[in-house]
């Protein structure tokens, strides 16, 4: 698929197999994500593939809108290193551009994927934290839980011409 209908049609995908994906797929979600731009080319992302169904579990019961990650299979948690890059702003939207073409990159293989954010929900920062012992300086921003898809879904076209402002608003 090209890459104007690769993000015209993701969309969320929430219902999974619980068949892996293959670790080529993995590979490319993972090279997407280091390709995403970044602040002054700090490259502050961190990534922790997740694929221990025990730990995937210990995820579930704590991130209340995660409740899919186990059947997913895969969790690729996206941290940001705070020594790499200071500036909280800069940090997280260097790391949500990873996450973007993650998702992006498993919809054009055919997967279904959805991003569950970690950051700034403190309860889910600490909880990430303890169990995936992250060192001080690596604060967890989002999830990517990916897998095979049970069906997908049809996107919704999001344009409103109202919230577009030329020049001023």
Not at 15 to 43: C, M, S, V, Y
Not at 98 to 106: E, W
Not at 151 to 163: F, S, V
């Amino acid at each position: 698929m090209n890459i104007i209908e690769g993000i015209m049609t993701r969309t969320s995908i929430r219902k999974f197999t619980g068949e892996l994906i293959d670790e080529k797929q993995l590979d490319i979600i993972l090279r997407a994500g280091f390709q995403a731009p970044t602040a002054h080319n700090f490259q502050p992302w961190e990534f922790v593939v997740v694929q221990d169904r025990d730990i995937l579990q210990e995820i579930k019961d704590f991130h209340k809108y995660a409740k899919m990650i186990v059947d997913a299979g895969t969790a690729i948690i996206v941290c940001g290193d705070t020594d790499k890059q200071n500036r909280r702003g800069f940090l997280v939207s260097d790391t949500s551009a990873a996450i973007q073409n993650m998702l992006l990159a498993a919809h054009g293989l055919g997967l279904g994927a959805v991003w569950c954010g970690i950051y700034d929900r403190e309860e889910f920062v600490e909880n990430t934290k303890r169990v995936l012992k992250l060192p001080e300086n690596i604060l967890p921003i989002g999830i990517v839980v990916v897998g095979n898809k049970v069906e997908g879904r049809t996107p919704t076209d999001r344009y409103d011409e109202e919230k577009i402002h030329y020049n001023r608003w």
